[in-house]
């Protein structure tokens, strides 16, 4: 059974940082992604290789994925209040080497997690 499991959400002050984590377990992807409600926010290729960002987090947020335990990540610094949301982990399994940035890219997803950032 295919199943994505987020964490790592919660209350936080702007300027602050926290880090997302995404537990895949069932089988692996070849991408993944992470969307605030169902806007794009980061994408990662299988190997890290590709990246991609929206540009509202660029500079600020990082995705990475630990192969060894299959968990993606998000690290979000220098967070603000337009980022609050539910942030929900995705993956995809074609091997198509364009990464997506709609959430109709991407076949599975976990519950979400609740990130709320306070000025």
């Known amino acids: 059974q295919v199943q994505l499991v987020e964490s790592g959400g919660g209350s936080v002050q702007a300027g602050d940082s926290l880090r997302l984590s995404c537990a895949v377990s069932?089988?692996?992807?070849?991408?993944y992604a992470w969307f605030r409600q169902r806007e794009f926010v980061a994408s990662t290729s299988w190997g890290g290789?590709?990246?991609d960002y929206a540009d509202s987090v660029k500079g600020r947020f990082t995705i990475s994925r630990d192969n060894a335990s299959n968990t993606v990540y998000l690290q979000m610094n220098s967070l603000k209040p337009e980022d609050t949301g539910v942030y929900y982990c995705?993956?995809?399994?074609?091997?198509?080497?364009?990464?997506?940035?709609?959430?109709?890219?991407?076949?599975?997803w976990g519950q979400g997690t609740e990130v709320t950032v306070s000025s």
């Open positions: 995705a993956a995809r399994a074609s091997s198509s080497p364009v990464l997506p940035t709609t959430a109709g890219g991407f076949g599975s």
């Open positions: 069932g089988r692996s992807f070849n991408a």
């Open positions: 290789a590709s990246t």
